[in-house]
T-cell receptor
């Protein structure tokens, strides 16, 4: 199993550009989530999904969209990038919500200039 | 906001010294999870605690869940340079079916 994969590893965007961060898992996990990691702020939950077709907001959802059309994929979209979105983004998956071990992807380091 | 607060934010120790990080909540938690993130890496699951007063050990690591299920600690005995990284606690809050949120993390530096 590849586990949780994320692409790209690194990305530089200009303010106002859009892009999609890809996340895929091959463990048939129902629960998937996106976190951003900033110095001193820990891991903050952006959006999560409890299954295909179902998504919900986390702590810091503004500026981000998600969809879950399949069990395997959970892309994160930035519609109009802002410098405040410069961060490291991690996708995670698990069998269920908070009571289960989370498997994290390798992360995407995004810089918005 | 975040369910759990973690302290300290940074800890520098000499190799061989002990290290402890604490996770606190104002509300009763259904569970607490601990993760380790090596520099440049991604968080990796260490353990989950669910019972009041629970204590679990993994080699030099000891994890505790408070009697009131509002706090937890991770203690490392005789740190080694391989212990370097950021340690996070996370919880689903009052129900194990809730979304998982994390504390701010403790960055551990070990000087040889």
């Amino acid at each position: 199993n590849a586990g949780v994969t994320q692409t790209p590893k690194f990305q530089v965007l200009k303010t106002g550009q859009s892009m999609t961060l890809q996340c895929a898992q091959d463990m048939n996990h129902e629960y998937m989530s996106w976190y951003r990691q900033d110095p001193g702020m820990g891991l903050r939950l952006i959006h999560y999904s409890v299954g295909a077709g179902i998504t919900d907001q986390g702590e810091v959802p503004n500026g981000y969209n998600v969809s879950r059309s399949t069990t395997e994929d959970f892309p994160l979209r930035l519609l109009s990038a802002a410098p405040s979105q410069t961060s490291v983004y991690f996708c995670a998956s698990s069998y269920g919500q908070g009571g289960y071990e989370q498997y994290f992807g390798p992360g995407t380091r995004l810089t918005v200039t | 906001g975040q369910q759990v607060m973690q302290i300290p934010q940074y800890q520098h120790v000499q190799e061989g010294e002990d290290f402890t990080t604490y996770c606190n909540s104002s509300t009763t938690l259904s569970n607490i999870q601990w993760y380790k993130q090596r520099p440049g890496g991604h968080p990796v699951f260490l353990i989950q605690l669910v019972k009041s007063g629970e204590v679990k050990k993994q080699k030099r690591l000891t994890f505790q869940f408070g009697e009131a299920k509002k706090n937890s600690s991770l203690h490392i005995t005789a740190t080694q340079t391989t212990d370097v990284g950021t340690y996070f606690c996370g919880s689903a809050g009052g129900t194990s079916y809730g979304k998982l949120t994390f504390g701010q993390g403790t960055i551990l530096t070990v000087h040889p």
